[in-house]
Nanobody
């Protein structure tokens, strides 16, 4: 019973910026990790960035130095994307790994938000 809602996708020129937002809600006891994945046409879904409850971050090599993942004290995570490249074009998905109030682990996904970078 974990719900994930994303926003912030859109069309941007190469070199531009976008900020994606994700909010988790539901019967959440605690959030273990939140992250962003992306999937381009014909490609496997890949990890872009993840942040743990302790604030530890990991990034795909392709986005290091350009993207920043962050979270607030609520159940929200953000992905600041700078210096966007056409190869960043993909559907971006927010993933939330949470412990529910019943102490079960729930891996929940957002519906996806499309990012298109034009050259």
């Amino acid at each position: 019973q974990v719900h994930v809602v994303e926003s912030g996708g859109g069309l941007v020129q190469a070199g531009g910026s976008l900020r994606l937002s994700c909010a988790a809600s539901g019967s959440i006891f605690s959030i273990n990790a939140m992250g962003w994945y992306r999937q381009a046409p014909g490609k496997q879904r890949e990890l872009v960035a993840v942040i743990t409850s302790g604030g530890i971050t990991n990034y795909a090599d392709s986005v290091k130095g350009r993207f920043t993942i962050s979270r607030d004290n609520a159940k929200k995570v953000y992905l600041q994307m700078n210096s966007l490249k056409p190869e960043d074009t993909a559907d971006y998905y927010c993933n939330v790994r949470a412990t529910t109030i019943m102490l079960a682990t729930n891996d929940a996904w957002g519906q996806g938000t499309q990012v298109t970078v034009s050259s």
